[in-house]
């Protein structure tokens, strides 16, 4: 009896000593730094999601795999299947937020609306988010959004450097006088969001706007397109998203409108939108804020560090590597891992780090051609420079055309019309402000420059 | 045995009236509420908060909605998200257009306007019933999430169409922390489930039992089928409505029309379905099934493939054993989790010594 409670007391013992050697080495070991992935890999979206995550993750592993990770502090990630559905994508965001050492580095939902649910948690818990290309657009004024980055380009940035381009086409800015323009959106909060700058556009340039909604999930668009067709723009903007992309090609086909007057959005601009219209896309053009294709050095990294020598990727569709989804994918990869990095410049390296110290390396990323180069990834990605005031750092649109075959790339980077957006951005995200009771950060703040208000802002604010 | 009522007497019409007539359905009732009261708030930690227990409690209060209408009253609706979104968005507008205006009351207002759209749109089942009528409310389903896209007032001209919840407080103290907003959800999902399970057993409840069964035959002795019907809609549009506010205010915070859309009424549907049709409990057990199940499907996955299985396989993995489950279920019982728990509780009852 004796012998066994003591026994069970070394027993005890043994556990309790090997525990602690357990968490001396997962001490040692501890340079971690964990990111979060809410992916969607089944449901409507799933081509999407697929190939954006498994470019995210690509790149991180070859990190990992070329580097060492960043400085020495290897990178982990875990996934949670969202479905692209907000409620999902707010449970897995609990579930994911504080595992790994620091917990979760950096949450990228690519889902406006899953974005919109974050945006209150993840200011309270002090995780940033990237959305990238998406979400809320008024975002891009850190002030008042402190730990969200619609970074690289917004819609509204976007919809300007379309302009743009269509006024390019037409020889000249003045040349859009008397012009019209089909908007046909997507008839959701998505395809709501740029009404009001192109209606600001329309007055400023003198061209005819006329907004036509297509009922989610938009394969069936016959009438819109007679009426477009009795309307006789000369251009159609396809704000599209999934389904809706192809039927709009297809039925554009259908009634004789040509695809190379369609210009539509990033989000309508993946291999996925015009291979299944078939011959209908040929000569569509569409907005993108990178190229597809792979041979830029940084894809090249990848095959050969990932794919290479019989090891595993993440994508089982090899040929999906060096399109559009996947490179977004990667580019996402990028801005993470500069983030971590500058942020470790700043906080020490080789330590994991915090999502607040992640936050600051964000805000403070400052990504020239220089830089761009010794990643690999010339033309694919803008330079960037992030700040407090600005949490979109870019803003520049290319435009692409498919040629049948693949995206062929047909301007150079167009920047944005900043004195249209930057003002509509302020206002919208003071109005923000002022419902939530938020008070702006002003001045040195973090260590980064947040500008001054104007007084007419301060009012908004106020309440004035 | 666990069930024997043997010497439990009722000695008055009020111990016979009383919601639950055996000893044992009190007690469990009692340790029930204790645990989710007590337990619950102290062993829980953020996740299971905002991710399980918000959820869950506000898809039952849905679920009870859409039962009183379908599963009690025998009104088939596909309308149930897109009274969800009238009870969000007015309690949006209530709190933002009304200065002072507390809350709880916007709440019970954003309810009534769901009731008073519920009534608009269960007119036509006056006229027609079953499969027809549920092509009919389908249409509110859509006309109120065009609605409120079109019209940028609902949404006070967000360019994108989404709503910010604004914080909820009471008695000037902010209810913003996940515990507290929890706590606020049990409070009012208890409140109306207790509410429902009382209406059912009054005369309205039974008035609306007897045009599910056979209309006609409720007519003849003497129910009001206009005012039977509509009421039956009104009730359940205004537990609706709650929700609504509720998935707005005290889950996600932010919220689109998009949130309600025709999936979330089939989801709602599928609920009742499962959980068991004009059943109070079987709301409860429905939406535990329909969002939970999910959830825990893909936390085991992960915990046992994770890393081994590629995640695309995971997550379609996770909707085959989903689906399946469902089939199985309603292949067991066809009458919902609820009769399973029926039968369990008839066995109990007799155990050990079933003749």
Request: net charge positive; aromatic share 12%.
């Amino acid at each position: 009896m004796k012998r066994d409670a003591f026994k069970f007391y070394g027993m005890g013992l043994a556990l309790t000593g090997a525990l602690a050697g357990a968490l001396a080495a997962a001490q040692v070991r501890a340079a971690e730094q964990f990111i979060p992935m809410l992916s969607y890999r089944v449901g409507p979206y799933a081509p999407g999601g697929s190939g954006f995550f498994g470019g995210y993750i690509d790149y991180l592993d070859m990190i990992n795999k070329r580097d060492g990770g960043v400085n020495g502090v290897k990178l982990t990630w875990e996934e949670c299947e969202t479905e692209y559905k907000n409620d999902r994508g707010v449970e897995c965001y609990e579930r994911l937020k504080g595992k790994g050492p620091t917990g979760g580095t950096v949450f990228t939902p690519l889902s406006t609306g899953i974005t919109y649910s974050l945006i209150e948690r993840a200011t309270t818990d002090k995780i940033p988010v990237i959305s990238m290309g998406y979400g809320r657009t008024d975002a891009s004024d850190g002030r008042i959004f402190p730990y969200i980055f619609p970074l690289v380009t917004n819609y509204w940035s976007q919809n300007t450097a379309k302009i743009k381009f269509i006024g390019m086409r037409e020889g000249g800015m003045d040349k859009l006088k008397g012009k019209k323009i089909v908007n046909l959106y997507h008839g959701s909060a998505y395809g709501k969001e740029t009404i009001p700058v192109l209606d600001l556009q329309a007055k400023k340039y003198g061209f005819e706007v006329k907004h036509i909604e297509v009922p989610h999930p938009g394969n069936e668009q016959q009438s819109q397109w007679l009426e477009i067709r009795r309307y006789k723009p000369d251009w159609v903007i396809l704000r599209g998203w999934g389904v809706m992309n192809p039927t709009a090609l297809k039925t554009a086909q259908k009634v004789g409108f040509p695809a190379d007057r369609i210009v539509g959005v990033w989000w309508s601009g993946a291999e996925e939108d015009v291979i299944p219209a078939g011959d209908a896309a040929k000569g569509f053009i569409s907005a993108a804020f990178h190229p597809s294709g792979r041979d830029f050095p940084v894809i090249q990294d990848i095959l050969k560090y990932v794919y290479g020598s019989g090891s595993r990727g993440n994508m089982t569709d090899q040929s999906r590597i060096g399109q559009q989804y996947y490179n977004r994918g990667v580019i996402q990869g990028i801005l993470t891992v500069e983030a971590i990095r500058t942020a470790q410049e700043k906080f020490g390296k080789g330590k994991s780090l915090t999502p607040e110290q992640v936050r600051w390396g964000i805000e403070n990323l400052n990504i020239d051609e220089k830089r761009i180069r010794q990643l690999g990834a010339f033309g694919l990605l803008q330079p960037l420079k992030v700040s407090c005031f600005d949490h979109e750092g870019g803003g520049a649109v290319k435009f692409q055309q498919w040629d049948g075959e693949r995206w062929k790339v047909i301007s150079d980077w167009i920047a944005s019309d900043q004195s249209i957006v930057r003002p509509m951005i302020e206002e919208s995200a003071a109005k923000y402000a002022k419902e939530k009771g938020i008070k702006p950060r002003e001045g040195i703040s973090l260590g980064s420059d947040c500008g001054h208000y104007s007084e007419n802002l301060k009012k908004i604010v106020s309440g004035g | 045995m666990f069930y024997r009522e043997a010497g439990q007497f009722k000695t008055s019409y009020a111990a016979d009236q009383q919601i639950f007539p055996i000893r044992q359905d009190r007690v469990g009732m009692a340790l029930l509420l204790a645990i989710a009261y007590g337990v619950v708030p102290l062993i829980g930690n953020d996740y299971w908060f905002t991710a399980i227990m918000i959820p869950f409690l506000i898809l039952s209060l849905a679920a009870l909605g859409l039962n009183i209408l379908t599963g009690y009253a025998g009104q088939l609706s596909l309308g149930t998200a897109g009274f969800m979104a009238v009870g969000a968005f007015a309690a949006y507008n209530f709190i933002l257009r009304i200065p002072e205006m507390p809350f709880l009351l916007a709440f019970v207002l954003a309810g009534l306007t769901a009731a008073l759209v519920g009534i608009l749109f269960g007119l036509p089942s006056l006229r027609i019933k079953g499969f027809y009528l549920a092509v009919a409310t389908l249409a509110a389903q859509f006309f109120i999430e065009w609605a409120l896209i079109k019209f940028g007032w609902f949404t006070n001209y967000s360019p994108s169409g989404v709503i910010d919840a604004q914080t909820m407080t009471l008695f000037g103290f902010a209810l913003d922390t996940p515990l507290e907003k929890y706590l606020l959800t049990l409070t009012i999902v208890s409140v109306l489930a207790l509410a429902a399970k009382n209406l059912m057993r009054c005369e309205t409840g039974r008035a609306f039992m007897a045009i599910r069964d056979m209309d006609v035959a409720a007519e003849v002795i003497g129910i009001p089928m206009l005012k039977t019907k509509l009421l039956a809609f009104a009730i359940s549009s205004f537990y609706c409505g709650v929700a609504g506010a509720l998935y707005a205010y005290a889950y996600l915070g932010t919220v689109e029309p998009q949130a309600f859309d025709l999936n979330r009424s089939f989801q709602v549907l599928f609920m009742i379905i499962i959980g068991g049709m004009g059943s109070i409990l079987g709301s409860f057990l429905g939406a535990a099934f329909i969002t939970l199940l999910p959830i825990l499907l893909n936390v085991v996955a992960h915990a046992v493939f994770g890393g081994a299985v590629r995640t695309a396989i995971l997550s379609n993995l996770e909707l085959v054993i989903f689906g399946g489950l469902i089939i199985f279920f309603l292949a067991v019982e066809p009458h919902g989790l609820a009769r399973l728990w029926h039968i369990a509780k008839e066995k109990l009852r007799l155990w050990p010594f079933p003749y």
